[in-house]
T-cell receptor
Framework: DAKTTQPTSMDCAEGRAANLPCNHS???????VYWYRQIHSQGPQYIIHGLKNNETNEMASLIITEDRKSSTLILPHATLRDTAVYYCIVRASGTYKYIFGTGTRLKVLA | DTAVSQTPKYLVTQMGNDKSIKCEQNLGHDTMYWYKQDSKKFLKIMFS???????INETVPNRFSPKSPDKAHLNLHINSLELGDSAVYFCASSQESQYTQYFGPGTRLTVL
């Protein structure tokens, strides 16, 4: 079973920041948080990952709470092309296995 | 310059047939994976190979057999296809010690 819970769906206005929450209350100290997205029926696309510290790259920012029990993916200026299912995944250090949950269906509205 | 490619993109076949799906990656990665995404959109890992050695083998019927001829290829052979095998199959790869997985475009398998 997935170790994460996410809202089923969210809407966001184009040009605004999209904040996607993820709960991983049973996360262990050596487990990483990964975010992927799947646009329509394409292959999942890597966005960002982190362990303890907040992370930022050209696509998004990842904010992990101090107790590491939840995180938020931030798309700073959502566009219509960001409409997708976003998956939050917890991966144990040293393992190759991803367990995908049901994800959040983000709809960016014009 | 596709990173992870799969062939074919679509595969329609009759129950009972045997079919193969091919995956190739040109990223120089040494770990490859097969995932299945069913009609409810659940994405589940099936197998993983690291340097041609099987490292993940989930509870998958033994009609499914992965084969890795070299580090850049991981093929999936399915015997005696059943209706329930209809799904989208994704291949992925990652670099050892990096773990970030990069996915192919998927193969939509329809069993009639």
């Amino acid at each position: 079973d997935a170790k994460t819970t996410q809202p089923t769906s969210m809407d966001c206005a184009e040009g605004r920041a999209a904040n996607l929450p993820c709960n991983h209350s049973t996360i262990s100290g050596n487990e990483y948080v990964y975010w992927y997205r799947q646009i329509h029926s394409q292959g999942p696309q890597y966005i960002i990952h982190g362990l303890k510290n907040n992370e930022t790259n050209e696509m998004a920012s990842l904010i992990i709470t101090e107790d590491r029990k939840s995180s938020t993916l931030i798309l700073p200026h959502a566009t219509l092309r960001d409409t997708a299912v976003y998956y939050c995944i917890v991966r144990a250090s040293g393992t190759y296995k991803y367990i995908f949950g049901t994800g959040t269906r983000l709809k960016v509205l014009a | 310059d596709t990173a992870v490619s799969q062939t074919p993109k679509y595969l329609v076949t009759q129950m009972g047939n045997d079919k193969s799906i091919k995956c190739e990656q040109n990223l120089g990665h040494d770990t490859m994976y097969w995932y299945k995404q069913d009609s409810k959109k659940f994405l589940k890992i099936m197998f993983s190979y690291n340097n041609k050695e099987l490292i993940i083998n989930e509870t998958v019927p033994n009609r499914f057999s992965p084969k890795s001829p070299d580090k850049a290829h991981l093929n999936l052979h399915i015997n005696s296809l059943e209706l329930g095998d209809s799904a989208v199959y994704f291949c992925a790869s990652s670099q050892e010690s990096q773990y970030t997985q990069y996915f192919g475009p998927g193969t939509r398998l329809t069993v009639l």
